[in-house]
């Protein structure tokens, strides 16, 4: 009999249709394993999951998955899965590097750029019919050459984010939990910042490109906010929990910074009610991977990694598996 896989939701049509010459594929509907209980309630049927960010893996999921080989997610970030109950249970995990970063550092800037010449508030005005001719002191922004860039999280889609920067004239600094190599440095021109409230004190613009982790969850709190210049912009495309979105709508509010664009919430899909009012605010829901040339290749990227494991494969040879 052919192994089982469980596609938490459709993704690409093609990924499912090639999987399916092989293995028997079942694909849930939006939104339906979104909670532990409901993925309890299914796992011991299959051989592998392909799960959304969306779905918690956690330690019971995994438990219930009695033959259960591979998890892999349709993500870059997998702090939905519990690693170390996957570990426990001898399940392999995988992700989707690489496949992203271009498309997710698009949406840092599109963000950036959105929230710096208030693309957003001006189009909203001139749909309203607001528009009565051309104003010398209207919609008055932030120029990016220039500007410091901040960027916490020096990865793939931080340095791919830099190299969009470095071409609108903007300057490098970045914290990370090490320096990258000399040579990335020099053909960013990027200087390493630490602490991370140094980083905040010199930017113009802080982008955030880090895992959510213990380390980094709330990163970004009341008083690395006080901490960036008045003017200064945020931009997370990362996990929403890296910022206290309490402390953000505040700062939004009161003045503390001058903008943010966000991608990403702490409570997905839950939007804090007053980042939803606030000014210079710019929020799209959880979209920097969303092409539809990233989106094919991260279905295969994770269809491979389940391929892969169910052939039986050494783990050597599947590049996207995570070393647990
Ligand atoms: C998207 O947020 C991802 O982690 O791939």
């Known amino acids: ?93 995988a992700n989707t590097p690489d496949v992203l970063t271009e498309s997710s550092a698009d949406l840092a800037m599109g963000l950036l750029l959105s929230v710096a010449r208030k693309i957003d508030s001006a189009q909203a005005y001139l749909r309203k019919g607001q528009f009565n001719g051309w104003e010398p002191l209207g919609f008055l922004g932030m120029e990016l050459n220039r500007q410091t860039l901040g960027i916490l999280g020096m990865g793939r889609i931080g340095t791919a984010v830099a190299r969009r920067a470095r071409a609108f004239g903007m300057n490098i600094l970045y914290h990370n939990r090490s320096k990258v ?77 001058g903008g943010a664009g966000l991608d990403v919430f702490e409570k997905e899909p839950d939007v804090h009610p007053r980042l939803l009012k606030a000014p210079n605010c710019v929020l799209t829901p959880h979209i920097a991977s969303a092409t539809t040339h990233t989106r094919k290749a991260i279905g295969e990227l994770a269809a491979n990694a389940i391929r892969g494991v169910l052939q039986g494969k050494p783990a050597s040879e599947i590049s996207n598996l995570l070393h647990l």
């Open 1 to 93: 009999m052919s192994a089982c896989i469980l596609i938490t939701e459709p993704i690409i049509q093609s990924v499912i249709d090639d999987l399916r010459t092989d293995y028997k594929v079942d694909v849930g509907k939006r939104g339906q394993f979104n909670t532990e209980q409901q993925l309890v309630d299914v796992i011991g049927d299959y051989d592998a999951l392909l799960p959304m960010l969306s779905n918690p893996v956690t330690k019971n999921v995994i438990e219930a998955g009695e033959k259960l080989k591979i998890i892999a997610n349709h993500a870059v970030g997998y702090n939905n899965i519990d690693l170390e109950a996957a570990q426990k249970a001898g399940v392999k995990v």
């Open 181 to 257: 190599s000399a040579k990335i440095e020099q053909e960013l021109n990027a200087t390493y910042i630490s602490p991370l409230k140094k980083l905040a004190q010199k930017s113009d613009i802080l982008s955030l490109h880090c895992p959510l982790t213990d380390d980094t969850r709330h990163a970004i709190d009341a008083t690395i906010l006080k901490t960036l210049p008045d003017h200064a912009i945020l931009i997370n495309t990362s996990r929403g929990p890296v910022v206290d979105e309490t402390a953000l709508a505040d700062a939004l509010h009161n003045g503390v910074i």
